[in-house]
Nanobody, 124 residues
Framework: QVQLVESGGGLVQAGDSLRLSCAASGRTFSTDAMAWFRQAPGKEREFVAAMQWSGSSTYYAASVKGRFTVSRDNAKNTVYLQMVGLKPEDTAVYYC?????????????????WGQGTQVTVSS
């Protein structure tokens, strides 16, 4: 199995930018899909963005499209989530996840491995 570790969260003001990182230990495959989810207090865990480990396909939730960008560094086994124009409603614990398959799915049940999460708090 692979282990995923998120980092880069913090406390920022509305309109600020933040970049999250997710480092994977263990083997990753060209057929993997990696994704970001988030969970706010009292709410269900929701999909944010996903990308293929090999290829250029990406998929974003409507709430973040145009503000968030997912990218990767294959040599470092790391994926990133660049967040700009942060809003208070973006406040949540952000998780990275991986599934063994190329489909960019939004359902959390379809992902096989998860990180521990990193807290993002956006003040107004």
């Amino acid at each position: 199995q692979v282990q995923l570790v998120e980092s880069g969260g913090g406390l920022v003001q509305a309109g600020d930018s933040l970049r999250l990182s997710c480092a994977a230990s263990g083997r990753t495959f060209s057929t993997d899909a990696m994704a970001w989810f988030r969970q706010a207090p009292g709410k269900e865990r929701e999909f944010v963005a996903a990308m293929q480990w090999s290829g250029s396909s990406t998929y974003y939730a409507a709430s973040v499209k145009g503000r968030f960008t997912v990218s990767r560094d294959n040599a470092k086994n790391t994926v990133y989530l660049q967040m700009v124009g942060l809003k208070p409603e973006d406040t949540a614990v952000y998780y990275c996840a991986i599934r063994r398959g190329t489909l960019l799915l939004a359902q959390k049940e379809r992902y096989d491995f998860w990180g521990q999460g990193t807290q993002v708090t956006v003040s107004s």
